[in-house]
């Protein structure tokens, strides 16, 4: 079964750190480009980081530049998002996403679509209060 599965999300306080994992199923994932998208209640989907294909060139919306990072483990077929200094407009359901490319563009992440396969995970839900 093709599939993206995401763990680690939870509750934490501010300034907190929490690690999402998001692993593969039924394919090889350092064949696509894989990005992290979330969304808050009432708020569009937004893009967070995404980590390439061929190269592994990760890039970082504006929003979490330098408190994110997203990272791959060929070996385990699983991309991670280590997320520190937590803040409470991270809270948000998070999602990882298989993609033809990253699309990095005015410090921001877009889905680029049109590859030839498009999984997303279940999501994993991040709380950020004290």
């Known amino acids: 079964q093709v599939q993206l599965v995401e763990s680690g999300g939870g509750s934490v306080q501010p300034g907190g750190s929490l690690r999402l994992s998001c692993a593969a199923s039924?394919?090889?994932?350092?064949?696509?480009?894989i990005g992290w998208f979330r969304q808050a209640p009432g708020k569009e989907r937004e893009g967070v980081s995404c980590i390439g294909r061929t190269d592994g060139n990760t890039y970082h919306a504006d929003s979490v530049k330098g408190r994110f990072t997203i990272s791959r483990d060929n070996a385990k077929n699983t991309v991670y998002l280590e997320m520190n200094n937590l803040l409470p407009e991270d809270t948000a359901v998070y999602y990882c996403?298989?993609?033809?490319?990253?699309?990095?563009?005015?410090?921001?992440?877009?889905?680029?679509?049109?590859?030839?396969?498009?999984?997303w995970g279940q999501g994993a839900l991040v709380t950020v209060s004290s």
């Open positions: 996403v298989t993609d033809s490319t990253c699309t990095f563009h005015y410090g921001r992440i877009f889905y680029q679509g049109g590859g030839n396969l498009e999984v």
């Open positions: 039924g394919f090889t994932l350092d064949d696509y480009a």
